[in-house]
C-alpha cells in the first residue's frame, strides 16, 4: 500500500484520472470498478474531461459499480446507479454492454450477486477499482465485522452508514441494506485506489493507514493489497503519523 497526499481534492482528482487513463490506455477493455458517493466526483469528472481532451478511446472500457442501497431504482437521485448515469455514462456516451450495476429491485438478491461476480470473472477480473472510505472504516458497504471472504453479498447496514447516507438525498430515506462486492473482491483487483478528501476523514484515514489490521475497521484490509494506492488530499491526510 502506497499513501500519496496532493495539496488539494483537484489534485488527488487529476493524478487517479490520470491512473483510470493508464489503465485504459494499456488495455482498452480494462474492467474498472468505482464507487459512488462524494469522494470520487472529481476524479470521473477529470477522467471524462481527459478522455475528450486526448481523444482516448473509451468505447471498449466495462464499468462495474461497486454497490448499491437495497431497495433503491436507478432512476432515484442519490443512488449509486443514477451517479454513474451522471458522472460517467453520459459523459462518455457509455453503451448498454459496458457496464453492470447491481440490480437493488431484484427479487433474488442472491442471483444479483451470482450475476456480478459472473460479469467480473468473465472479462479476467476488475482492473482498477477506485473506492472511498466511510465514517466507520468501511470500504463499499463492507461495513464494520463484515466477513473478509465473502465476494458479492447484501449486508445489514451500519447506524453510521445509514446516518452518513442520508446526505446524499434530497428527504430522509429509510436505508437499511447494502448489496455490495466484498473484500475478496477488492483483494482480488489487479489495482485499488482508495479516494479520501477533507479533514472529516483524517481521523478514518489515519486508521486505515496505521491501525491493527481488523475486520473491525475494513479499510485496513488495504495495508496487505499488493498493489493499493491511498490518494488523499492534505486535509485528510492530517492526522497520520
Ligand atoms: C459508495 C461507497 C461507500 C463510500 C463511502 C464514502 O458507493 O461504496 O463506501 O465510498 O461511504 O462516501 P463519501 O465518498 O460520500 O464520503
Redo the contacts with the bound molecule.
Sequence with gaps: MEVKIFKDDHAAAEAIAAMMIATIIQKPDAVIC????????KACAAFCYQVKKKQIDSSRIFLV????WVGLAPEVSGS?RN?FQQRLIAPLGLQPGQYHFFDALAEDLEEECAKMENEITSRGGIDLMV?????NG????NEPGVNVELHAHVISLDAT?TA??Q??FTGPVSLNKGI?LGLTDLMEAKKVVL??NGSH?APVIKQAIEGVLSENFPATILQQHPNAYIMIDALAAADIT
Design positions: 468505482m464507487a459512488s458517493g462524494d469522494s470520487p466526483k459499480g461497486l454497490d448499491e449509486c451517479d473506492v472511498g472510505i466511510g465514517m468501511h470500504i463499499g458497504f452508514t452518513v447516507g446526505k446524499y455490495t479516494v479520501a476523514k
